[in-house]
């Protein structure tokens, strides 16, 4: 079956534009993730989701930063006034569930770059 | 909070010799601990997990161990090979999230 899938797969964006990130999990996974990563660093939370409700919305660095999952299924990133700082690699994960045992499977990720 | 500490130095190994990654943790020791590969351009790719009551784990070439008492997990490769050539990834949960390192870049020479 597929995988988990994020579109586009390179975003280039001017400071200040708003940008939108896409993500389609696996089908039936529940919990979904968004994560950033920089260079040479490991990724970082920012949101997860239980269904469509945000089950946790701390990692997101500031109010310029939304996501949503309207039907429990695909989730969209939404990044307001961006700002070079935002530029990074934004990744969306999925799995069956949220307990802790439950191996996340990964998207290849967004490249946002903000000029 | 966590801490998660990966030697941020690139490992270089001899194909065929035996691969060991360090993965430290600051506090508390997680109930899990999760090992995930990833190659450039591309998202982590789930490897291995070991709960806390666990000392080792194995699957085919790769072996994990876990001491809750070093506040350390292992991971070895074996008969490493060249496609072995990526980045490890350690990461544990806490409150509902997944805290990473920042990962150990391994090259397996031939």
């Known amino acids: 079956g597929a995988g988990v899938s994020q579109t586009p797969s390179n975003k280039v964006t001017e400071k200040g534009k708003y940008v939108e990130l896409r993500c389609d999990p696996i089908s039936g996974h529940t919990a979904l993730y968004w994560y950033r990563q920089s260079l040479g660093q490991g990724p970082e939370f920012l949101i997860y989701?239980?269904?469509?409700?945000?089950?946790?919305d701390s990692g997101l660095p500031n109010d310029r930063f939304f996501a949503v999952r309207p039907e429990g299924s695909v989730s969209t990133l939404k990044i307001q006034r961006t700002e070079r700082g935002d530029s990074a690699v934004y990744l969306c994960a999925s799995a069956l569930g949220l307990a802790d045992y439950n191996e996340q499977f990964f998207g290849p990720g967004t490249r946002l770059t903000v000029l | 909070s966590q801490k998660i500490e990966q030697n941020s130095e690139a490992l270089n190994i001899q194909e065929g010799k035996t691969a060991t990654l360090t993965c430290n943790y600051t506090n508390y020791s997680p109930a899990y601990l999760q090992w995930y590969r990833q190659d450039p351009g591309r998202g982590p790719v789930f490897l291995l997990l070991i709960r806390e009551n666990e000392k080792e784990k194995r699957k085919e070439r790769l072996k994990v161990t876990f001491d809750t008492t070093l506040k350390q997990s292992l991971f070895h490769i074996t008969a490493s090979q060249p496609a072995d050539s990526a980045t490890y990834l350690c990461?544990?949960?806490?409150?509902?999230?997944?805290?990473w390192g920042a990962g150990t870049k391994l090259i397996i020479k031939p």
């Open positions: 990461a544990l949960l806490e409150d509902y999230q997944l805290i």
């Open positions: 989701f239980q269904g469509t409700g945000a089950a946790d």
